[in-house]
């Protein structure tokens, strides 16, 4: 946790050597070797950040960057692979919603949240988690990731960030290429097919093909079960139709199957461990820190997905016409152990249905004039169904120390959870090139946003257990079990709208050097909290013998109780963006501070996620990047990030279990008037100058690749990548059990390809040093035994690559 907010790192002495290490070997990188240095080029990486094909050099923003042809070389996946390059970003699959943070600012976990991180594929707005998810890091022409608040041209739910994900387009002429992936020690199999080029005269197509599969890595020794286990089809369909000389029409359509089971999860930790329940079970045994575990439910996912989107590009006069109409969908099943438990406390289904239409309509001037700008709508419509059915529940097999005595024999009823949105906005930004050295630039935008909710949840079979002996009403206080989980909120509604602004000034200080500074705002919308399974408008009281209602009840909750409001940002960043060696190399600066408000939070309440606002949170810092061509065949590069990230205010924060039930020697689980809770008495932490999630104060990337010629027609390439991450944490009371120790992953890529790039050979080995690591660490639901929780990472593996290209 942090104390100071001075710009320097106060982790443990190796957690500082390795990220100054990695400054150290960037720096050194970027210094001329040689004369001949300077008589290399490297290759101008274009981006459409403020939609408009832009060299990254020039725009006024903090951009990380990534080819399709590099994610395809070293054999990423995923946007979580993509990432671990990409310092101060993270992606992860979560536990039961992903996680996207830009610089410790993201949404947690709750189907709830929009993400805090706008995804955008194509231009088209990815704002739910399992849209984000499907493989994106195929046949790309490239990623961009746009760090700081994006409020402007990509809409209200970038207040943390961006990542703009382009893929390739259809082609004049004829291509095709075929990949295989094969990785023995985990049986994954990844299989590309990709066909591109005319149809007829004006049109022509673009088909991308994966099928990707694993038998897994880790063992379920409860269902002697190895996963993940996975089945993934996905494909990509394009036209493009030149109809003249100044209008081109495309058409996409994307269709994603994918099914998995034995999702890993592991306990690392507990007071339980070797102990037993009620029943002679263990429920929480400590198997292994990362390939074991044990469930007593195999857990599983179904996800169908669905995009279509149709683009019309009219060069006018005086500016390009943008159309986007897009359609996106997909219904997704999962189901299993949600309480991490090797007993059967709490087994779940959860189906999700979500519908989104949107439509931007952009005019964007040709560039290069004395005002270059940008002007345009949106308009966006969804809706989102979502029911959840307790499948078991028997909270006293987690142990004598559960949150609460619920038991059930039957399944419950599903839940409700209908949501429908809409929102518009208009937007526009404008740069004024006031000389040919100084440019500055305004935006504005303006939203407005609807959500209407119905949520219902019906607990009539829940019972209260005590000992062997079960109860329809508390016998304390005679409060109906089912009325407390139980309720019905209809017709519900918020309304909201927002201005947000940017502003920068560009410098060109000389032909290589480009300085910037800005400020923008950004917000995120509020919303209703999917997880809520508390009581409604009244509690009746009830004998707890025969569960019959006595006529009498007492105050329940209001809908307020669901509610979480929006959160908003202002953000400052100077930076610079600079050519060295006559173009040989690249080095780019950003220092950033960004001030949040009522930012929004989530944390494991009992069995659920529950969502509410901090006050007031900082995220500053530095980022570094940059890289060489050394000679014409050996390249370096890399990124170096400090980040100090934390609460300004936030008071009410979730205790830690051992705040919670032992006051006395873990003091810090507060009353409202500020005083430590006693034994049996609820309260809250407060996090004032604490971290954020997923802050980690040092992150860093390095790569090196050679190529060496062998003979006229072949060449060997090698690579090796080092990517770093000092401490953070991933749970929202920041217990100390909860921390992520630093980690080093190695990677390394050696390939043997002919010269004109027909043919590729590549052994492709990832981890190579077996980092134990985990994404997620979290307490153990439903027990107060200091038991926890973690969503390991792959653990090394070696794998063969062949792909052909025609």
């Not at 802050?695 to 060449?715: F, N």
């Not at 307490?779 to 200091?786: A, E, G, L, M």
Request: aromatic share 10%.
């Amino acid at each position: 946790m942090k104390a100071d907010r001075t710009f320097t790192s106060k982790r443990a002495s190796k957690s500082h050597a390795s990220a100054h290490l990695t400054l150290s070997a960037l720096a050194l990188a970027l210094v001329p070797t040689s004369q001949a240095i300077a008589q290399l080029m490297l290759e101008e990486v274009v981006v459409t950040a403020q939609k408009r094909s832009e060299s990254l050099q020039d725009v006024p923003i903090a951009i990380a960057t990534m080819s399709g042809e590099r994610i395809d070389d070293i054999g990423i996946t995923s946007l979580q692979e993509l990432t671990q390059y990409m310092p101060n970003v993270t992606v992860n699959a979560g536990a039961g919603t992903p996680n996207l943070f830009i610089r410790g600012v993201g949404s947690g976990t709750n189907q709830g949240f929009e993400q805090s991180v706008g995804m955008y594929i194509d231009g088209v707005y990815a704002g739910r988690g399992p849209l984000a998810a499907v493989p994106t890091t195929m046949d790309l022409e490239r990623v961009e990731v746009l760090k700081g608040p994006q409020g402007i041209l990509f809409g209200k739910n970038t207040i943390a960030g961006a990542i703009n994900v382009t893929t390739a387009k259809p082609t004049d002429e004829f291509e095709g290429m075929v990949e295989a992936l094969y990785s023995p020690d985990h049986g994954e199999q990844q299989y590309n097919l990709v066909l591109s080029g005319p149809l007829t005269d004006g049109l022509s197509g673009r088909l991308a093909v994966r099928h990707d599969a694993m038998d897994g890595w880790w063992d379920d020794v409860t269902n002697r079960v190895e996963g993940p286990d996975r089945d993934n089809w996905y494909a990509r369909g394009s036209l493009r139709w030149v109809a003249s000389d100044n209008l081109e029409i495309t058409a996409k359509y994307e269709y994603g199957d994918f099914q998995g089971e034995a999702s890993p999860s592991v306990v690392y930790q507990s007071d339980f461990a070797g102990q037993e329940n009620f029943a002679g079970a263990v429920p929480f045994p400590v198997i292994s820190d990362r390939n074991k575990g044990a469930g007593d439910a195999d857990n599983r996912s179904s996800t169908d997905t669905d995009v279509f989107a149709l683009t019309v590009d009219w060069q006018l006069d005086f500016a390009t016409f943008t159309s986007i109409s897009a359609y996106s969908a997909y219904d997704r099943m999962s189901a299993g152990d949600t309480d991490f438990a090797a007993t059967p406390a709490l087994h779940r289904t959860r189906w999700e249905d979500y519908k989104q239409y949107s439509q931007e309509l952009r005019l964007v001037s040709p560039g290069g004039e004395t005002i270059d700008w940008i002007a345009g709508a949106y308009y966006q419509r969804n809706e989102l169904d979502i029911s959840r059915r307790i499948d078991a529940i028997d909270f006293l097999q987690s142990g004598p120390l559960s949150v609460a005595a619920l038991y059930s024999e039957e399944p419950g009823v599903p839940s409700v959870f209908d949501q429908d949105g809409e929102s518009w906005a208009v937007f526009g930004q404008g740069t004024w090139n006031a000389t040919d050295t100084l440019r500055f630039t305004l935006g504005l935008r303006y939203n407005e946003e609807t959500k209407d909710l119905d949520k219902v949840t019906v607990s009539d079979g829940l019972q209260f257990r005590f000992g062997s002996n079960t109860f329809y009403a508390n016998p304390r206080n005679g409060e109906l079990t089912a009325d407390v989980r139980q309720h019905s909120f209809t017709d519900l509604s918020r309304d909201e709208d927002k201005w947000t602004f940017s502003g920068a000034i560009q410098w060109d200080v000389g032909e290589d050097t480009m300085l910037y500074a800005s400020i923008s705002t950004g917000f995120k919308g509020g919303g209703y909290d999917e997880a809520y399974s508390g009581a409604g408008y009244e509690i009746r009281l009830a004998n707890p013998f025969t569960g019959e209602p006595t006529g009498e009840s007492i105050p329940g909750a209001d809908p307020s109780i669901l509610e979480y409001e929006p959160e908003e940002v202002l953000s400052y960043e100077v930076g610079a963006k600079m050519r060295l060696l006559d173009g040989a190399a690249e080095l780019n600066l950003a220092v950033f501070r960004m001030e949040y408000e009522d930012l929004q939070t989530s944390s494991l309440v009992g069995d659920v996620f529950r969502v509410g606002n901090a006050g007031e949170a900082i995220s500053q810092g530095v980022e570094l990047d940059g890289r060489i061509l050394l000679t014409e065949r050996f390249s370096v590069g890399g990124a170096v990030a400090y980040l100090d990230a934390y609460y300004d205010d936030f008071t009410g924060a979730t205790c830690t279990v051992p705040q919670a039930t032992d006051p006395v020697n873990n003091p810090g689980c507060l009353r409202e008037d500020g005083t430590n809770i006693a034994p049996g008495e609820a309260g809250g932490q407060d996090l004032k100058d604490e971290t954020l999630l997923f802050s980690p104060d040092w992150s860093a990337s390095l790569y090196a690749q050679y190529v060496i010629p062998l003979g006229t027609s072949m060449e060997l390439v090698s690579g090796v990548d080092i990517n770093y991450s000092d401490e953070f944490y991933s749970a929202l009371d920041l217990d100390p059990n909860t921390k992520h120790d630093d980690a080093t992953r190695i990677n390394a890529r050696i390939a043997l390809a002919s010269t004109d790039d027909t043919w590729t050979v590549a052994l492709i080995g990832k981890n190579l040093t077996d980092e134990k690591t985990t994404f997620w660490n979290n307490d153990v639901p439903v027990t107060d035994s200091n038991s926890y929780f973690g969503l390991p990472e792959r653990p090394r593996s070696i794998a063969v690559q062949a792909r052909y290209r025609f």
